[in-house]
């Protein structure tokens, strides 16, 4: 729940509370823990779910400014930073990931930027 709560903050608290996740999860693959306590709560699924949002975000030609580009490709790329940690240190994270719709998320993450 507390997750939830810090996701659906201000861009900038949600990136930098990912960025927090992706420290935590790289510190516990890095002493060989699963670090699946860290996903317990929903958050595979809200980082599946930003991923999707991210295409339908991404900003069109006529209202196009660096600061909304910038939002849009590292909002992405933390995501896609997160799950890759996750999945390094978890066989069952990246089981669950795989059966998932993260070749969806991903599509609709890449379309939003056709440049």
């Known amino acids: 729940m507390c997750l939830l709560y810090i996701l659906i903050l201000p861009f900038q608290v949600a990136e ?24 317990k709560h929903g958050l595979v699924p809200e980082l599946l779910h930003r991923l999707d949002k991210a295409g339908s975000d991404a900003p069109t030609p006529s209202s196009l400014s660096a600061n909304s580009e910038t939002k849009s490709t590292v909002s992405v790329s933390t995501v896609i930073s997160l799950l890759s940690t996750l ?16 070749l969806d998320a991903i599509e609709h993450a890449l379309s939003g930027d056709e440049r």
């Open 16 to 39: 930098g509370a990912l960025r927090c996740f992706a420290s935590l999860a790289d510190r516990f693959t890095r002493r060989g823990v699963d670090p699946v306590p860290l996903a």
């Open 87 to 102: 999945c390094r240190g978890s066989p069952g994270i990246t089981h669950d990931l795989l059966r998932s719709d993260l």
